[in-house]
């Protein structure tokens, strides 16, 4: 195994920088057995890292080590419905062996990058189908993985239900998940429309787009007050053809979204030039989804976005809070209120598109953020900075007064506070289990230690 001292290690975009004592990238089980039992050479917290595509700080404290878990990437074996994977291979490259093979993943995120283990033992997003689960990891059947004090375990759906509703949400904290089984499908050929609608038709057609089934997924312009949904439903009559309606609205979010953004606010000085450009830009992006990604035959797989390593300034950032579907269309006319005063009080204004998903009940992983019941999720997106940082502060507050619930690694800026009135009795159990899987808090770095406290 590759073995670096004093490192220094930024997330994807370089939102965060991480200075591990030790940054180790293990090439097998014996190496993560090594780097959890030897206490001086691998000095705690020991936490594992995927892509580093999550958008809060939890990859580990400074000082501490980091266990870069990517060179672990051998896709290992396929049956007609599951496929077993090491932990770091990530989702766009699976998606594509699947494909190769006539199947496809239950959830087709949007991101790509995202590694198997944290799929696994993370929270992930994206509109559900009716009769799916809400998160990636819930179709997780089982995992192989290194305890904190170095024993190896196996554990399944089928042997330990419970156990694997921990896993799911363990973020890294109950032990380094080495190999991931996911259940997986016959690849389906997927239908796509989008509609531009006011908030009040947005409320009006959400019940009949679930009573027809599709799963919904919606851009939000809080500043005009209007929704772009976005509908898909399996359409299993037809062979899937279409791939380029799918890359066009991904090169939109990966990089002319962002782009466009900066090029208008380096280019309009005068404020109010900046805001009819700004409207201008997000019409024309309406209309353009609204015309050109349409298809009754996309590949499913093609939905799924590579977003570079280092994007430079060109890059998409975003917060996320789920909602419970009833009183959610009040939150978001709320929302849209709350962006408009924050632009009139502060000058700031998000300069990207908000988004949400339509996200079912989900009760297999603990923290998950559909337990209660489906939720909608709102997410602010910008191209960052201090600003948009001091917005999400606020932001969070907003969202935890109307009983949202955060997911752990796509809210940064939490509270003890918040996460405690969003999960209530859950995160006493999670932090109880978490103690008896990791008494010597082998694992456990300042961000748990706060949030779990
Ligand atoms: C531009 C962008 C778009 C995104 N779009 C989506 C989207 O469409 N849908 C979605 O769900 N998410 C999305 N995300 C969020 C991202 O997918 C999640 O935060 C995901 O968890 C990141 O995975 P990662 O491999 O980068 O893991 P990391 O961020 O490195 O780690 C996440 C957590 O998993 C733990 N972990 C990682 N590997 C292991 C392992 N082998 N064993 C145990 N624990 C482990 C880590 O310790 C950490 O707690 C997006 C993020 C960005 C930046």
Redesign the pocket.
């Known amino acids: 195994m590759e073995i670096k001292q004093d490192v220094t290690v930024k997330t ?2 370089g939102t965060w920088t991480y200075h591990p004592k030790v940054l180790v990238t293990p090439e097998s089980v014996e190496d993560l057995v090594e780097i959890l039992t030897d206490e001086v050479r691998f000095p705690s917290p020991v ?9 809060a700080r ?2 580990g404290d400074d000082g501490g080590t980091m266990v870069d ?1 990517k060179a672990m990437n051998r896709i290992l074996h396929f049956t007609d419905d599951t496929v077993t994977v090491e ?1 770091g291979v990530t989702y766009i490259v699976l998606a594509q062996a699947l494909k190769e093979r006539g199947l496809q993943p239950y959830v087709t ?3 790509g ?3 198997m ?2 799929m696994a ?2 929270a ?3 509109s559900s189908f009716p009769g799916g689960f809400g998160q990636v990891s819930s179709y997780v059947t089982g995992v192989r993985l290194v305890t904190p004090n170095g024993t190896l375990r196996d554990i399944t759906e089928r042997d330990n239900p419970q156990e694997m509703q921990f896993i799911r949400s ?3 904290l109950f032990g ?3 190999e991931v089984t996911i259940r997986v499908r016959p690849t389906t050929a997927l239908a796509v429309r989008h509609y531009s609608l006011s908030l009040d038709n947005f409320r009006n057609y959400f019940p009949i787009y679930r009573a027809r089934g599709y799963a919904v997924m919606y851009y939000i312009f809080p500043y005009v007050k209007r929704v772009l949904v976005e509908l898909r439903k399996d359409n299993p009559g037809v062979q899937p053809r279409s791939r380029y309606r799918w890359v066009y609205r991904n090169r939109f979010w990966r990089k002319y979204g962002p782009a466009i953004t900066r090029w208008i606010q380096r280019n309009t000085h005068n404020r109010t030039l900046r805001v009819l450009a700004d409207k201008l830009h997000f019409f024309l992006l309406r209309q353009a989804l609204v015309w050109v990604v349409r298809s009754d035959r996309t590949w499913p797989h093609a939905q799924i976005i590579n ?1 570079p390593r280092s994007p430079g300034a060109n890059k ?1 950032l975003f917060s996320m809070w789920a909602f419970r579907e009833g009183g959610f269309f009040e939150i978001l006319e709320e929302y849209c209120n709350f962006c408009i005063a924050y632009e009139a009080k502060t000058g700031y204004r998000c300069d990207l598109p908000s988004v949400g998903y339509a996200i079912a009940r989900d009760a297999e992983a603990v923290l998950s953020y559909s337990w209660e019941g489906a939720t909608l999720s709102i997410d602010p997106a910008s191209t960052g900075g201090p600003e948009w940082e001091e917005f999400l502060r606020v932001y969070n507050q907003f969202c935890s007064d109307r009983r949202g619930v955060p997911l752990f ?2 809210t940064p800026f939490l509270t003890r506070d918040q996460v405690r009135k969003a999960f209530g009795v859950r995160i006493q159990q999670f932090a109880a289990r978490r103690k008896v899987a990791d008494p010597k808090d082998r694992m456990l770095d300042s961000y748990f230690r706060e949030l779990l406290s």
Request: charged share 15%; no cysteine.
């Open positions: 994807w975009d936490r594992p890292a995927g892509s580093m595509h999550s958008t939890m990859n878990m932990a995120t949007e991101i990058n995202v590694t283990g944290a033992t993370a992930s997003k994206d363990s973020y890294g380094i998940v080495h977003y998409y690694n796509q």
